[in-house]
């Protein structure tokens, strides 16, 4: 079955670049997503990625798709106390479902 | 728009007790679908709907009902509550299987 890992914890401290990392086991996802959760809150959107892409840029957010390694990574620029959440990486699997990772947890410390 | 509203925000139940989580959404969503958030876990998919009337189970859909007699509304049942379903639970809408999905604010629970 499709499965997504994330590393569970990334502590940075603040002005330096951020990396999530994900990989995914289902080749035949058709995008990708990267959603950001604060305390207490749901879940937001942060950006996605289609399966052709190799790179999709959005202001402070970079990801990079690696299709040949099933590897997908977000990059925030600049990382502020504020993007201190958890981040979730999903993908759209076989079976009209959304797949989701465990979660990794990022600390911006000033 | 209010986007997707979920209601109770929060609700402790006895095993054994039943209860229904609320979900609705105002964007003319086709696409519903209830999660819940475990930790460590991530989020894992309890049930989905692709349109009114039409309802699948996710991942892990033992012990929840659903039904979707409307588009507006998909309405997530515990018929006889477990301390295993304490979990956060979300509901998600798109206007279809891989468009974007909109999340609600959540339902916390609490089974004793």
């Known amino acids: 079955g499709e499965d997504v890992e994330q590393s569970l914890f990334l502590s940075v401290r603040e002005g330096d670049s951020s990396v999530i990392n994900c990989t995914y086991t289902?080749?035949?996802?058709?995008?990708l997503y990267w959603y950001k959760q604060e305390p207490g809150a749901g879940l937001q959107l942060l950006t996605y990625?289609?399966?052709?892409?190799d790179m999709k840029q959005d202001q402070r957010l970079t990801v990079l798709l690696n299709k040949k390694d099933k590897h997908l990574s977000l990059r925030i620029a600049d990382t502020q106390t504020g993007d201190s959440a958890i981040y979730f990486c999903?993908?759209?699997?076989?079976?009209?479902?959304?797949?989701f990772g465990a979660g990794t947890i990022l600390r911006v410390k000033s | 728009n209010a986007g997707v509203t979920q209601t109770p925000k929060f609700q402790v139940l006895k095993t054994g007790q039943s209860m229904t989580l609320q979900c609705a959404q105002d964007?003319?969503?086709?696409?519903m679908s209830w999660y819940r958030q475990d930790p460590g876990m991530g989020l894992r998919l309890i049930h989905y709907?692709?349109?009114?009337?039409?309802?699948d189970q996710g991942e892990v859909p033992n012990g929840y009902n659903v039904s979707r007699s409307t588009t507006e509304d998909f309405p997530l049942r515990l018929l006889s509550a477990a301390p295993s379903q304490t979990s956060v639970y979300f509901c998600?809408?798109?206007?279809?299987?891989?468009?974007?999905?909109?999340f609600g604010p959540g339902t916390r629970l609490l089974v004793l």
């Open positions: 998600a809408s798109s206007y279809g299987r891989t468009e974007t999905q909109y």
């Open positions: 289902d080749s035949s996802s058709t995008y």
């Open positions: 990625i289609f399966s052709n892409m």
């Open positions: 999903a993908e759209w699997g076989y079976g009209n479902k959304l797949v």
């Open positions: 964007m003319n969503h086709e696409y």
């Open positions: 709907s692709v349109g009114a009337g039409i309802t």
